[in-house]
């Protein structure tokens, strides 16, 4: 039996969490609600529930990572190595296994314990979108007040902005747990410059704005992190799900315990008609053992688009063709878990600087924040006079692309297709949201573009890949399956190459093609397209695997989050979202736990 570790986080009585890596201190005990997973939507919403009053219990598969620099130490996240992260293997159509591993959260934070920090907003077309879809009461009007709620925005000084900072107050919220700001000193401002200078001559239409999360559309903006200036320590602190919400003195609560380091195998559903979820069944991996646990109100899974599925579908609720091949009795049919998964394949760039910049710190600083200025670009500003004849072709051929899907086995039938793919189509088309993420960053010697299409079409699929809860998951990521994807990859890893010979960068760069080095200017489509596949990996963001969606265009959670076919268990993570967003993914999966914490208290 593991040894119990118990931290008071709070120096008073008032009232302290319980973090423990004992499975005794909660084997058979009850709890009002059951939360699996402590990332962000977890953290999140048993923050809200303990805060009401109820006893919670979060369990979490990795460890208590707040004492390691290089989680709390924003600018030593390349220290991690490996460090609270699942690095799942993912594989191709016929079960080969790609080159890269899939980077997920694995320890008390979740994503926010190792991700890139970056906080944007999304647009209010595409929110209100998620509400058109079938789910009333998720438009931006609704959902946009969780995310000024959660902020603690600490504006730029004027130094910050002499440095390349801009800033809305209009778009951010001040009184919240979470910090946000702008890095002191600023990164890379000569850079900055010099790519604010660069970007609009590259992307026709394109306009360098005052902040990343004032949006319609398009934007291009510096980048704020979820971090704050510990000037006492003279580092960047990030500000993860965790420190904001779990260990902060002034959020702790007697009703919270976290039981670390212990995966859920299956979620306890009563065998009658209703499937009520009454518990999970958990267990440590290195031991084996499974237990059980109690809920007397409900079980909310927030595990992440990767590991909500094979819980479910390791419970009996899912695809009943799929559990059958792994040897697992189905209890609800419900054919849309796992499937719809969509992730953003990302790659880069790189222009070999001039050797009179190479120690310029003002261009290129060596420090880890990742991102310092970002832009996101419609089809408008990367295809310019082609735009026409491909939103046409987009329009036209919404049908093929859907019966596609179907036939991969990544959609759970043609109408769930139609409503998703016609959903991310309209924004393509109509309100010409952005379909490519473009980022300007500086490494030793070199200037470098990383970029990915931003709302892919493309999809792909996450299932349990047996009973074995402790067994990872079969991740099928599909990317770049759909055309219009890789004509958008090869569109902007063009533009990534023109940026660097622009006149901005004319004294600058030595070598606008040095990586890859081996498509020089004579490159064809054919070549960019062959090595955007070998090289580009997903950048992290997967949403799409538990879709909020009626129940007859393949949803498996009803518009209150609940499972469809069951009592007392839903979903609250990124998972819900049915098709992927325009901006990084922490702000949307903060107002989702808020919003999901307000339904779960209306119904206790």
Same mark, same amino acid.
């Given at each position: 039996?593991?040894? %119990? &570790?118990?931290?008071?986080?709070?120096?008073?009585?008032?009232?302290?969490?319980t973090?423990?890596?004992?499975?005794?201190?909660v084997?058979?005990?009850?709890?009002?609600?059951?939360?699996?997973?402590?990332?962000?939507?977890?953290?999140?919403?048993?923050?809200?529930?303990?805060?009401?009053?109820h006893?919670?219990?979060?369990?979490?598969?990795?460890?208590?990572a707040?004492?390691?620099?290089?989680?709390?130490?924003?600018?030593?996240?390349?220290?991690l190595?490996?460090?609270?992260?699942?690095?799942?293997?993912?594989?191709?159509?016929n079960?080969?296994?790609?080159?890269?591993?899939?980077?997920?959260?694995?320890?008390?934070?979740?994503?926010?314990?190792?991700?890139?920090?970056?906080?944007?907003?999304?647009?209010?077309?595409?929110?209100? *979108?998620?509400?058109? %879809?079938?789910?009333?009461?998720?438009?931006?009007?609704?959902?946009?007040?969780?995310?000024?709620?959660?902020?603690?925005?600490?504006?730029?000084?004027l130094?910050?902005?002499?440095?390349?900072a801009?800033?809305?107050?209009?778009?951010?919220?001040?009184?919240?747990? %979470?910090?946000?700001?702008?890095?002191?000193?600023?990164?890379?401002?000569?850079?900055?410059?010099?790519?604010?200078?660069?970007?609009?001559?590259?992307?026709?239409?394109?306009?360098?704005?005052?902040?990343?999360?004032?949006?319609?559309?398009?934007?291009?903006?510096?980048?704020?992190?979820?971090?704050?200036?510990?000037?006492?320590?003279?580092?960047?602190?990030?500000?993860?799900?965790?420190?904001?919400?779990?260990?902060?003195?002034?959020?702790?609560?007697?009703?919270?315990?976290?039981?670390?380091?212990?995966?859920?195998?299956?979620?306890?559903?009563?065998?009658?008609?209703?499937?009520?979820?009454?518990?999970?069944?958990?267990?440590?991996?290195?031991?084996?053992?499974?237990?059980?646990?109690?809920?007397?109100?409900?079980?909310?899974?927030?595990?992440?688009? %990767?590991?909500?599925? #094979?819980?479910?579908?390791?419970?009996?609720?899912?695809?009943?063709?799929?559990?059958?091949?792994?040897?697992?009795?189905?209890?609800?049919?419900?054919?849309?878990?796992?499937?719809?998964?969509?992730?953003?394949?990302?790659?880069?760039?790189?222009?070999?600087?001039?050797?009179?910049?190479?120690?310029?710190?003002?261009?290129?600083?060596?420090r880890?924040?990742?991102?310092?200025?970002?832009?996101?670009?419609?089809?408008?500003?990367?295809?310019?006079?082609?735009?026409?004849?491909?939103?046409?072709?987009?329009?036209?051929?919404?049908?093929?692309?859907?019966?596609?899907? &179907?036939?991969?086995?990544?959609?759970?039938?043609?109408q769930?297709?139609?409503?998703?793919?016609?959903?991310?189509t309209?924004?393509?088309?109509?309100?010409?949201?952005?379909?490519?993420?473009?980022?300007?960053?500086?490494?030793? /010697?070199?200037?470098?573009?990383?970029f990915?299409?931003?709302? #892919?079409?493309?999809?792909?699929?996450?299932?349990?890949?047996? #009973?074995?809860?402790?067994?990872?998951?079969?991740? &099928?990521?599909? *990317?770049?399956?759909?055309?219009?994807?890789?004509n958008?990859?090869?569109?902007?890893?063009?533009?990534?190459?023109?940026?660097?010979?622009?006149?901005?960068?004319?004294?600058?760069?030595?070598?606008?093609?040095?990586d #890859?080095?081996?498509?020089?200017a004579?490159?064809?489509?054919?070549?960019?397209?062959?090595?955007?596949?070998?090289?580009?990996?997903?950048?992290?963001?997967?949403?799409?695997?538990?879709?909020?969606?009626?129940?007859t265009?393949?949803?498996?959670?009803?518009?209150?989050?609940?499972?469809?076919?069951?009592?007392?268990?839903?979903?609250?993570?990124?998972?819900?979202?049915?098709f992927?967003?325009? /901006?990084?993914? *922490?702000?949307?999966?903060?107002?989702?736990?808020?919003?999901?914490?307000?339904?779960i208290l209306?119904?206790?």
């Amino acid at each position: 039996m593991l040894s %119990l &570790v118990l931290f008071t986080l709070a120096s008073f009585a008032a009232a302290a969490t319980t973090i423990t890596t004992d499975s005794s201190a909660v084997v058979d005990k009850t709890f009002d609600y059951i939360v699996v997973g402590a990332g962000l939507t977890g953290i999140t919403v048993a923050n809200k529930l303990s805060g009401a009053g109820h006893s919670v219990l979060i369990i979490e598969a990795g460890p208590d990572a707040r004492d390691v620099p290089a989680v709390y130490d924003a600018e030593r996240r390349g220290e991690l190595d490996g460090y609270c992260n699942w690095q799942y293997p993912a594989y191709d159509e016929n079960g080969t296994a790609l080159s890269w591993a899939v980077d997920s959260g694995a320890c008390i934070g979740g994503g926010t314990s190792i991700n890139g920090m970056v906080w944007d907003r999304p647009a209010p077309a595409e929110i209100n *979108m998620i509400e058109q %879809l079938g789910n009333p009461g998720w438009s931006w009007n609704t959902l946009e007040p969780y995310m000024e709620a959660i902020e603690r925005n600490h504006p730029p000084t004027l130094s910050q902005i002499v440095d390349g900072a801009a800033f809305d107050p209009a778009v951010h919220g001040y009184t919240g747990s %979470l910090n946000v700001s702008f890095p002191d000193p600023m990164r890379i401002p000569e850079a900055q410059r010099l790519y604010k200078e660069a970007l609009p001559q590259v992307f026709e239409g394109l306009v360098v704005g005052d902040d990343l999360s004032a949006r319609i559309s398009v934007v291009s903006a510096s980048t704020s992190w979820t971090i704050w200036n510990d000037e006492s320590a003279g580092i960047r602190r990030r500000s993860s799900a965790a420190y904001a919400l779990l260990y902060a003195q002034d959020q702790q609560r007697d009703g919270l315990s976290v039981l670390a380091e212990h995966k859920v195998a299956k979620v306890l559903l009563n065998s009658s008609t209703d499937f009520t979820a009454h518990g999970v069944q958990f267990g440590n991996a290195s031991h084996r053992t499974l237990h059980s646990v109690y809920a007397r109100r409900e079980v909310i899974l927030a595990a992440g688009s %990767l590991a909500s599925p #094979p819980i479910l579908e390791r419970s009996g609720v899912g695809d009943t063709n799929v559990l059958k091949k792994v040897g697992i009795t189905s209890l609800v049919d419900l054919p849309g878990v796992g499937v719809n998964l969509v992730d953003q394949p990302g790659t880069a760039s790189s222009a070999l600087v001039s050797s009179a910049y190479t120690n310029d710190t003002a261009l290129i600083d060596g420090r880890n924040l990742f991102a310092p200025i970002i832009s996101l670009v419609n089809i408008d500003e990367i295809f310019a006079t082609n735009a026409t004849s491909i939103a046409s072709e987009l329009v036209s051929g919404l049908h093929s692309r859907a019966q596609k899907l &179907v036939s991969a086995g990544a959609s759970s039938s043609l109408q769930s297709a139609l409503a998703v793919l016609g959903a991310v189509t309209n924004l393509t088309v109509e309100a010409r949201m952005p379909v490519a993420e473009f980022i300007c960053e500086t490494y030793p /010697s070199v200037l470098t573009a990383a970029f990915w299409p931003l709302t #892919p079409l493309s999809r792909g699929w996450v299932h349990a890949a047996s #009973p074995d809860p402790f067994a990872d998951p079969h991740i &099928v990521p599909r *990317m770049l399956t759909d055309e219009f994807d890789l004509n958008v990859a090869v569109a902007i890893a063009h533009r990534s190459r023109s940026l660097f010979q622009s006149a901005p960068f004319t004294s600058v760069v030595a070598d606008a093609y040095a990586d #890859p080095s081996s498509l020089n200017a004579d490159a064809t489509d054919a070549e960019y397209a062959a090595w955007f596949r070998a090289t580009s990996y997903g950048a992290s963001h997967w949403v799409g695997s538990t879709a909020m969606l009626p129940r007859t265009l393949g949803g498996v959670v009803n518009p209150q989050l609940k499972v469809y076919g069951t009592r007392n268990l839903r979903v609250v993570d990124a998972g819900i979202l049915p098709f992927q967003l325009t /901006s990084h993914t *922490m702000s949307a999966a903060y107002a989702i736990a808020q919003k999901a914490a307000e339904l779960i208290l209306a119904d206790a």
